[in-house]
């Protein structure tokens, strides 16, 4: 069921412009993280943020007129070069093993880094399996040439060992998956430095926007895939675009 006045896109759509018109946070019912499932941007650069919370039905027109104008939303070549959308936030965060993990640990990797929290029990077992369905195809080049980073959206509860069973209930390979954790003001700051959205909304759930960044070996990010319908080949071949580069 989807929040009132926020319906859902069409799935696996590539939305070239619409990062111009949206930033950080959708915020809205319990189900807001289930509601959007564009992907974004193949933009030359970084989005003026917008507080979406301020103007949620503009926003909602600009998905729909985007989703549905065939301009914006055509597919790049396989061998077209993805624009740099940005530095990715930099971070200093703790994985599963209880390590110390950040940004400059994956330096001269590509990257894909998204957020979930453990004990959703609808979209983000959804995102998660999907993302699981994409090791087997990188097949050598996970882990040594690429990597997933996990980070949790409700800290307080995902420990290090919580992210432990939640990654291997899920199928993920540890050796090129990190699942991440903090403290909330640490989580808070990477959340909102991404782009993303999550609030505590009682009885366990968490409120929150999946937002999914590619990050090239540079350190940047180049796609930005929004909701958890996108087609995990479209992500295979943005990934492998990268590591021709």
């Known amino acids: 069921m989807e929040p009132p006045g926020i319906p859902a896109c069409g799935r696996s759509r590539r939305i070239h412009e619409l990062a111009r018109y949206i930033g950080v946070g959708l915020p809205g019912s319990r189900n807001d993280h289930r509601s959007v499932s564009s992907v974004i941007p193949r933009s ?5 943020m917008v ?21 914006l939303a055509h597919q790049a070549k396989d061998d077209a070069r993805l ?41 983000c077992p959804l995102l998660t399996a999907k993302m699981a369905s994409l090791q087997k195809p990188l097949a050598a080049d996970f882990g040594a040439r690429v990597r997933f980073v996990s980070i949790t959206v409700d800290p307080e509860v995902d420990t290090p060992t919580v992210l432990h069973g939640y990654a291997k209930a899920h199928g993920a390979n540890l050796s090129g ?15 909102r430095a991404y782009g993303a959205y999550a609030r505590r909304a009682g009885r366990g759930n968490v409120d929150h926007l999946f937002l999914t960044s ?32």
């Open 44 to 48: 030359a650069s970084r989005p003026s």
């Open 51 to 71: 507080d979406a919370s301020k103007t949620p039905r503009m926003l909602c027109l600009v998905l729909l007129a985007a989703a549905s104008a065939h301009g």
């Open 83 to 123: 624009p740099v959308v940005g530095a990715a936030p930099v971070f200093a965060l703790t994985d599963q093993d209880g390590a110390r993990s950040t940004l400059d640990d994956l330096r001269g990797k590509v990257a894909v880094v998204t957020f979930i929290y453990a004990t959703c029990t609808d979209a």
């Open 177 to 191: 998956w990190s699942f991440l954790t903090g403290s909330p003001a640490a989580i808070d700051e990477v959340i």
């Open 214 to 245: 590619l990050v090239d070996r540079q350190g940047r990010i180049r796609v930005q895939y929004l909701g958890y319908r996108f087609n995990p080949d479209e992500m295979l071949r943005d990934l492998r675009s990268l590591l021709r580069e």
